[in-house]
Structures are given as C-alpha cells and as structure tokens.
C-alpha cells in the first residue's frame, strides 16, 4: 500500500445505495454501502466506498469490506458479497476479493440475488446472469438478456414461487416479466404513468407492490394483472422503498424521500401509523426481518435504525436506546449516528 493510499475512513455508514440484508443461522446480517468519500491526489479526485457488515440484534460491526471506486449496487449471499463499480462487479468472501465480473459496458445500477446467481442490470439495459459457484474457475456470465431501448430498468425483483421469472419496473412507468432461463419477455404491465422507483414481493402468492415517483404505492396482483389496493403517498414525496412484513401481520412499511416512514395496513387498507422523525433525509431502504416483528432502515442521513412493533394494531415510534459517537472534524460529514429503537403507540 502506498502512503498517498486511502485506508480507512470514519463516520461514514450509510450512503444511497440499498442494503443487502442475509440470515446465517438464527443470527441476520446486514451489508451497508458506507457514503463515498473523496481523495485529491495528483491533481485528480478519486472517489472511494466500503461496505461494513453489521449484526442486526445489536447493530454491532463484524467487519468492513475493502475500499473500492464509487460503488452502485450490493447484493449479499452467505459469506459472498457483490459490489458493483462503474461497469464492473466486485465478489468478495467475506472481506477478501475473489473475482471480478466484466462483461457490462456501461455502469452497473442494478444488482439482484437469484438463488445461485446473480442479476446485473446496467444503464444501457443490458441484462447479464452469473454464476457464483465455483466461481473461481468460471469468471463469464450464464446468460445475456438485452432489454428494449424504449424501456429503462429502474428496479428489479423476483417474485415468490415464479420459477426463473423476475419483474423489471421502468422509469417510463412499464413493467416486465421476464423468464431468465429462455431469456424471453413473457409479459408488459402497462403501469400507471409515473416512474416505478421501488418493486417488492408479498408473502401473498401472486402479489406485489410498486412504489412510484408520483407518491402512490400499488399493491398489484400480476398473475391477473389486476390492482388489489392502492395507497396514496403523494404528501411525503417520492415512494423510495417498501417492504412486507412476513411475521403474520398485514404490514406493508413505505420510505419515502422526505424521511417519513409510513406503515400500512393491507386488510383493513388503511394507514395504520405515521413515523415522522424517522430519518432526516430520504429513506433509502426499509426490511422487515423474517419472521419477526422488526423493522429496519437506513437514509441518507448517515444512519441505520432498527426497531420493532409490541402488537399488531399499536405500532409506535419511540426512542427506546440511542448510541451516538459524534466527531466534530471540519467535515460535518464525518459522523457516527446509530440509533436502537421501538414502536410502543400508535400514531394515526
């Protein structure tokens, strides 16, 4: 390492970039992609990122990724993590790299995990399918899909039990179901007019929902392809993302770009409660854990949150532990804020 060479920064912890979430055992994980940080070196400015693994119970750091150029999309299986950097995608195992993916000539802006492989979505919508086992003998894609100029992939998603499909929402407000395995396009959602920012699957068979830019959330029953509910988010702007709750109760929680967290409830249809405060910024992803009553998020405001509901009709927001480092360098930006908190009361 060179003594100009960046190492290691701290304060950073979470940036615009979705986490990955993962459960090893009985214990669930979390990748983050720490904020990008610049270097002046040599009259040119380098951008850098890492990825800290973090433990959900308590929040507490397992260890950090190296540093690698402005990183665009994670994914995470077991003790593999997939980072995507301009047009190529790092794999490490655990902390170390073992391969690099290059195939794409654009940027890569979507990364989703599919059983054994990976799904890479660039810019110029491009589509590649890799292979991570036995990974180390075998560097080239699986399989190549390129998707029609006239629609701009901006979210993926696999929904349950669709063997070998997935779903790609669009900014022209579209979506497509695609089979990976004949790399055929099976069917076009026509959408709803404004861009679909955030796509997510139900624990109900045939469900999803769709976030849009134009603050509506869609619960959508694609096997009919017909509208179940639709929610109006348009108040705290742009839909950024969503999650189920898959612990038996019918929550669906929505982030949005003014940091509010919504929470839903899918069989009475209303909303149920309104976190304010959550972030201060827009909320960039939000996770039920499996089977638990626990909800996590992360904004761009520098901050991981994770808190969970004591009962299904009485969802609350309060501050149940906090755990602050707070450095004052001359970059404001340079802080550690990680909050622990619980839902108690219902604010609705």
């Known amino acids: 390492m060179g003594i ?21 055992g009985i214990e669930t994980f979390v990748t983050v992609l720490s904020s990008s940080f610049s270097f002046f070196f040599l009259k040119q400015i380098l951008h850098f990122s890492h990825f800290p693994f973090w433990q959900c119970a308590k929040l507490n750091l397992v260890l950090i990724g190296p540093q690698l150029p402005k990183i665009r999309a994670l994914a995470s299986y077991r003790e593999f993590t997939f980072a995507a950097y301009g047009n190529d995608i790092a794999v490490f195992k655990r902390a170390s790299q ?19 492989h990976i799904i890479s979505v660039d810019a110029d919508s491009n589509m590649f399918i890799w292979a991570f086992t036995g990974i180390e003998a075998n560097l080239a894609p699986v399989g190549h899909i390129v998707v029609d100029d006239r629609f701009t992939p901006s979210c993926i998603m696999h929904p349950d039990t669709y063997l070998n499909k997935i779903i790609l929402g669009s900014q022209e407000g579209s979506l497509q179901l695609w089979n ?32 849009c830019a134009d603050g509506k959330i869609h619960v959508h029953n694609i096997r009919y392809d017909q509208e179940a509910v639709t929610f109006s988010h348009s108040m705290r702007g ?18 949005g770009s003014s940091g509010v967290i919504s929470v839903w409830n899918l069989e009475i249809r209303i909303l149920q409660s309104v976190i304010r405060e959550a972030h201060d910024i827009s909320i960039i992803s939000l996770h039920f854990l499996a089977n638990e009553p626990v909800l996590m998020s992360a904004s761009a405001d520098n901050s991981i949150k994770c808190g969970f509901s004591t009962q299904v009709m009485e969802l ?3 501050i149940f532990e906090r755990m602050m ?24």
């Not at 615009?16 to 993962?22: D, G, L």
């Not at 073992?98 to 054994?116: I, P, Q």
């Not at 480092?325 to 609705?348: A, G, Q, T, V």
Request: charged letters at 15%; glycine letters at 6%; aromatic letters at 14%.
């Open 4 to 24: 100009f060479e960046p190492f290691r920064v701290i304060g950073y912890i979470t940036s615009t970039v979705p986490f990955s979430v993962q459960r090893l």
């Open 238 to 255: 742009v839909v950024t993302t969503l999650s189920f709750s898959t612990d038996g109760q019918p929550l669906l929680a929505s982030g």
């Open 180 to 211: 990976i395995s004949t790399k055929k396009m099976l069917y076009e959602f026509k959408g709803w007019n404004s861009s679909s920012c955030c796509c997510v699957s139900s624990p109900a068979l045939d469900v999803v929902a769709v976030g």
């Open 325 to 348: 480092i707070h450095l004052e360098p001359k970059n404001r930006d340079l802080y550690l804020d990680i909050y622990s908190f619980c839902f108690r009361k219902l604010l609705y």
């Open 98 to 116: 073992v391969a690099t993916w290059s195939r794409h000539n654009a940027k890569v802006n979507l990364l989703l995990l599919f059983g054994d």
């Open 316 to 318: 609350i927001f309060d």
